[in-house]
T-cell receptor, first 110, second 113 residues
Framework: GESVGLHLPTLSVQEGDNSIINCAYSNSASDYFIWYKQESGKGPQFIIDIRSNMDKRQGQRVTVLLNKTVKHLSLQIAATQPGDSAVYFCNGGSQGNLIFGKGTKLSVKP | DAGVIQSPRHEVTEMGQEVTLRCKPISGHDYLFWYRQTMMRGLELLIYFNNNVPIDDSGMPEDRFSAKMPNASFSTLKIQPSEPRDSAVYFC???????????FGSGTQLSVL
C-alpha cells in the first residue's frame, strides 16, 4: 500500500539556523506532494506543494526538494524563527491517498 | 471565506453518551474529510466524501462511528455510544475539485470520561 512517513519525529534547532525536515514516500506513482504546518491548538495549514515534474520549489523562507529517484522530499526553512515551532506533515496528496501520520515536531530554541 | 467551521470546539461527555461533531466545509469544495488525531496514532483519516457521497470509510474504527453529509454545506460525525478511548481531537477538512490540497478546521477536542 501507499504510505508517506517521516525520518525524524522531533527536530530541535537554534533560532536563526536553517531547518530541514525529511520525508519518504513509497508510491512511485505519487505525482503531487504537500507540506502542512500544525501549530498548537490548530488544524494543519498548507505551506507549500510540489508536483512530480519539478525537483524544487521555493516559497517565502521555505523550499521543498523532491528526489523521485529515492522517493524522498524535504522541507527547508531558512533562518528558523520561534513562530516556526510546530508539527510538520508531508503528504502524498493524490485523491484518496491522504495519509498524514504523526508528523515531525520542530522546536526552535531562542 | 470563514474557512472550515467545526463545532463544538470542546466536548466533554461521559462514557456511553452519544456525541455529535459538526462541520461546515468551505463553500464550493467538493471533498470533505474527517480525521482523528492522537499522540499515539497521529492524524488518521476516518472517512471522506465526494459530492456528499461517502467514498472511503475504511478508517472508521467500528460501528459506533457514523458520518453523514446530507448536503454540500454540512456534515456530522457521530459516536454512539462513546468510550474513553475515543478521546482525541477530531478534524474536518475540505478541498476543491482537485481533491488535493486540504483546508482544515480548528478541530473538536473530545474528552470521554
Amino acid at each position: 500500500g501507499e504510505s508517506v512517513g517521516l525520518h525524524l519525529p522531533t527536530l530541535s534547532v537554534q533560532e536563526g539556523d536553517n531547518s530541514i525536515i525529511n520525508c519518504a514516500y513509497s508510491n512511485s506513482a505519487s505525482d503531487y506532494f504537500i507540506w502542512y504546518k500544525q501549530e498548537s491548538g490548530k488544524g494543519p495549514q498548507f505551506i507549500i506543494d510540489i508536483r512530480s515534474n519539478m525537483d524544487k520549489r521555493q516559497g517565502q523562507r521555505v523550499t521543498v526538494l523532491l528526489n523521485k529517484t529515492v522517493k524522498h522530499l524535504s522541507l527547508q526553512i531558512a533562518a528558523t524563527q520561534p513562530g516556526d515551532s510546530a508539527v510538520y506533515f508531508c503528504n502524498g496528496g493524490s485523491q484518496g491517498n491522504l495519509i498524514f501520520g504523526k508528523g515531525t515536531k520542530l522546536s526552535v530554541k531562542p | 471565506d470563514a474557512g472550515v467551521i467545526q463545532s463544538p470546539r470542546h466536548e466533554v461527555t461521559e462514557m456511553g453518551q452519544e456525541v455529535t461533531l459538526r462541520c461546515k466545509p468551505i463553500s464550493g469544495h467538493d471533498y470533505l474529510f474527517w480525521y482523528r488525531q492522537t499522540m499515539m496514532r497521529g492524524l488518521e483519516l476516518l472517512i471522506y466524501f465526494n459530492n456528499n457521497v461517502p467514498i472511503d470509510d475504511s478508517g472508521m474504527p467500528e460501528d459506533r462511528f457514523s458520518a453523514k453529509m446530507p448536503n454540500a454545506s454540512f456534515s456530522t460525525l457521530k459516536i454512539q455510544p462513546s468510550e474513553p478511548r475515543d478521546s482525541a481531537v477530531y478534524f474536518c477538512a475540505s478541498s476543491g475539485t482537485d481533491g488535493e490540497k486540504l483546508f482544515f478546521g480548528s478541530g473538536t477536542q473530545l474528552s470521554v470520561l
